[in-house]
């Protein structure tokens, strides 16, 4: 059984740290939890809300009705109201957030002891924050027990996309990230900022990040840097530079809606393109799309795997909604090591000869040229050593399910009782070839977090393959895909 908490209120309330005090809680019980971000971009005022989803059995996504409504405001109630199942539960009329912490413990039959062990954490007002929360556990009279799990789990970890990209840098022995601070991506800086052995660099611009990425790795430091769709437009012309000077340099690019400066705080999936096609000329690279955090860890890992092994850029493709939603993960990450491949010698962007010189030689222009083609084949190789895309639901149905990234999470909860194969990609260049034969005479179903379905024009360009635009589930308000509504889109199209 799913449940759904939505907990609201202006920015400044603590929404945020009272969803994840409920979610640690429960995840520490055996619980499986997700929980997304809807937020403002404001630092004060608006209204904000976050939904958290458990379940005894894995849980990778929300639905759109609600269970308990957390009000830390007269707003939430206004506009979420509609969404409470006939059975649900208002809590209001407290400023006080930790409060409703209590009430929510009381209501889930979690023990006290558990929460006031998490309040001591927050040194700040501790004895104020657990008097509040002991006197709306002692308020609330009723309970929901039978809903949930109450066992100590070890083996659960509680984190998001965000926090998956830095554990894969630092297991790739990253040294130095660069980055101009831009939501979604912000928070690495902070990640990364609190492991000892990772220099973390703000600078002026993402033009100035890029170029100083680029000094650091040619001195043979493993370098990252991070940003989100109009920061990596700016790095596109020095990135064709590492195309034809072979430098490695990994970049996380964390989706948010545009063009422009769009809706900043909000999801999108439609930088694909961007990620594919980015620079001039023609030269290698590798894009990556987690869809969770385990696999951030692991494709951040990879990602650096190929640009050291390679000397290209390498591209980890997430977005917002991976990047703030906090998961239930009980599985390791698999991780390689990463061996530096950088020299010293002369670099620029001009074609070069032997020495390291720029030369309009057309012999040499010719043998350069086809030696980064070579290159393109040699990695398309190399990829075979990790998992591609990965399989899921009623394998070998006539119906298919394609996507990649953050929708992942919505999909796997909706395909649960339904006649589909979910083909999950997870690397989306190199392409994996093989796809071809899976989805030749399917009826495929296209779902992206975009307007015009990037995926499907990189299928046929792959493939030949066409999906039908009304066999294409699109979502692009800037929020993400509910389950039980993408359960219901899925079925409509189903052969």
Same mark, same amino acid.
């Given at each position: 059984m799913r449940y759904n908490i939505l907990i609201g209120g202006e920015a400044g309330q603590g929404p945020?740290?009272?969803? &994840?005090?409920?979610?640690?809680? $429960?995840?520490?019980?055996? =619980?499986?939890?997700?929980?997304?971000?809807?937020? &403002?971009? $404001?630092? !004060?005022? /608006?209204?904000?809300? =976050?939904i958290l989803t458990f379940s005894e059995e894995p849980v990778w996504s929300n639905d759109s009705s609600i269970d308990i409504l957390v009000c830390l405001d007269g707003q939430t109630e206004e506009l979420h109201k509609k969404d409470l199942k006939p059975e649900g539960i208002i809590l209001k009329n407290s400023d006080k957030n930790m409060y409703y912490a209590g009430r929510i413990f009381k209501l889930l039959c979690l023990d006290f002891k558990l929460l006031e062990e998490i309040l001591k954490r927050f040194e700040k007002n501790s004895s104020e924050n657990i008097k509040?929360?002991?006197?709306?556990?002692? %308020?609330?009279?009723?309970?929901?027990?039978?809903?949930? !799990?109450?066992?100590?789990?070890?083996?659960?970890?509680?984190?998001?996309?965000?926090?998956?990209?830095?554990?894969?840098?630092?297991?790739?022995?990253?040294?130095?990230?660069?980055?101009?601070?831009?939501?979604?991506?912000?928070?690495?800086?902070? %990640?990364?900022?609190?492991?000892?052995?990772?220099?973390?660099?703000?600078?002026?611009?993402?033009?100035?990040?890029?170029n100083a990425a680029i000094g650091s790795s040619l001195m043979?430091?493993?370098?990252?840097?991070?940003?989100?769709?109009?920061?990596?437009? $700016?790095?596109?012309?020095?990135?064709?530079?590492? /195309?034809?000077?072979?430098?490695?340099?990994?970049?996380?690019?964390?989706?948010?809606?545009?063009?422009?400066?769009?809706?900043?705080?909000?999801?999108s999936q439609g930088d694909l393109n961007l990620a594919v096609n980015f620079g001039h000329g023609e030269f290698s690279r590798v894009v990556v799309a987690p869809g969770d955090p385990k696999e951030a860890q692991e494709l951040t890992n990879q990602a650096f795997y190929f640009s050291q092994k390679f000397k290209i850029p390498s591209i980890v493709l997430g977005d917002k909604h991976l990047a703030e939603s906090f998961y239930t993960i009980n599985e390791k990450p698999s991780i390689v090591k990463i061996k530096n491949c950088v020299s010293l010698g002369r670099y620029n962007s001009y074609e070069k000869d032997e020495f390291g010189s720029a030369t309009e030689n057309p012999e040499i222009i010719k043998s350069n040229v086809e030696k980064r083609l070579k290159k393109i084949d040699e990695i398309k190789r190399e990829v075979h050593k990790f998992s591609l895309f990965s399989v899921y639901g009623m394998v070998n149905s006539e119906n298919i399910v394609i996507s990649w990234g953050s929708t992942k999470g919505a999909i796997l909860d909706a395909i649960k009782d339904i006649n589909a194969e979910f083909i999950q990609l997870k690397y989306i260049e190199p392409f994996p070839e093989e796809l071809k034969e899976k989805l030749s005479e399917k009826n495929i179903i296209l779902i992206e977090n975009s307007s015009t379905g990037q995926l499907a024009g990189i299928i046929t360009k792959k493939t030949g393959i066409f999906i039908d635009n009304k066999n294409k589930i699109l979502r692009y308000d800037g929020r993400p895909f509910f389950a039980d509504e993408l359960k219901e889109e899925i079925r409509g199209r189903l052969k």
């Amino acid at each position: 059984m799913r449940y759904n908490i939505l907990i609201g209120g202006e920015a400044g309330q603590g929404p945020n740290v009272l969803t &994840q005090i409920i979610g640690e809680a $429960l995840t520490n019980n055996g =619980n499986y939890v997700f929980y997304s971000r809807d937020y &403002q971009s $404001l630092i !004060r005022g /608006g209204h904000n809300f =976050n939904i958290l989803t458990f379940s005894e059995e894995p849980v990778w996504s929300n639905d759109s009705s609600i269970d308990i409504l957390v009000c830390l405001d007269g707003q939430t109630e206004e506009l979420h109201k509609k969404d409470l199942k006939p059975e649900g539960i208002i809590l209001k009329n407290s400023d006080k957030n930790m409060y409703y912490a209590g009430r929510i413990f009381k209501l889930l039959c979690l023990d006290f002891k558990l929460l006031e062990e998490i309040l001591k954490r927050f040194e700040k007002n501790s004895s104020e924050n657990i008097k509040n929360a002991k006197e709306g556990y002692d %308020e609330e009279k009723k309970n929901v027990c039978k809903i949930l !799990r109450h066992e100590k789990n070890e083996h659960h970890n509680f984190l998001n996309g965000n926090k998956g990209i830095s554990n894969g840098a630092v297991l790739s022995d990253i040294n130095i990230y660069y980055a101009y601070p831009m939501t979604p991506a912000t928070p690495i800086l902070n %990640e990364l900022a609190s492991e000892k052995n990772v220099k973390v660099i703000e600078l002026e611009n993402e033009i100035a990040v890029i170029n100083a990425a680029i000094g650091s790795s040619l001195m043979g430091t493993n370098v990252m840097v991070g940003t989100s769709g109009g920061g990596f437009d $700016l790095m596109t012309e020095a990135l064709s530079m590492t /195309g034809i000077a072979e430098i490695p340099v990994v970049v996380y690019l964390a989706q948010r809606p545009g063009p422009g400066t769009g809706v900043a705080t909000y999801t999108s999936q439609g930088d694909l393109n961007l990620a594919v096609n980015f620079g001039h000329g023609e030269f290698s690279r590798v894009v990556v799309a987690p869809g969770d955090p385990k696999e951030a860890q692991e494709l951040t890992n990879q990602a650096f795997y190929f640009s050291q092994k390679f000397k290209i850029p390498s591209i980890v493709l997430g977005d917002k909604h991976l990047a703030e939603s906090f998961y239930t993960i009980n599985e390791k990450p698999s991780i390689v090591k990463i061996k530096n491949c950088v020299s010293l010698g002369r670099y620029n962007s001009y074609e070069k000869d032997e020495f390291g010189s720029a030369t309009e030689n057309p012999e040499i222009i010719k043998s350069n040229v086809e030696k980064r083609l070579k290159k393109i084949d040699e990695i398309k190789r190399e990829v075979h050593k990790f998992s591609l895309f990965s399989v899921y639901g009623m394998v070998n149905s006539e119906n298919i399910v394609i996507s990649w990234g953050s929708t992942k999470g919505a999909i796997l909860d909706a395909i649960k009782d339904i006649n589909a194969e979910f083909i999950q990609l997870k690397y989306i260049e190199p392409f994996p070839e093989e796809l071809k034969e899976k989805l030749s005479e399917k009826n495929i179903i296209l779902i992206e977090n975009s307007s015009t379905g990037q995926l499907a024009g990189i299928i046929t360009k792959k493939t030949g393959i066409f999906i039908d635009n009304k066999n294409k589930i699109l979502r692009y308000d800037g929020r993400p895909f509910f389950a039980d509504e993408l359960k219901e889109e899925i079925r409509g199209r189903l052969k």
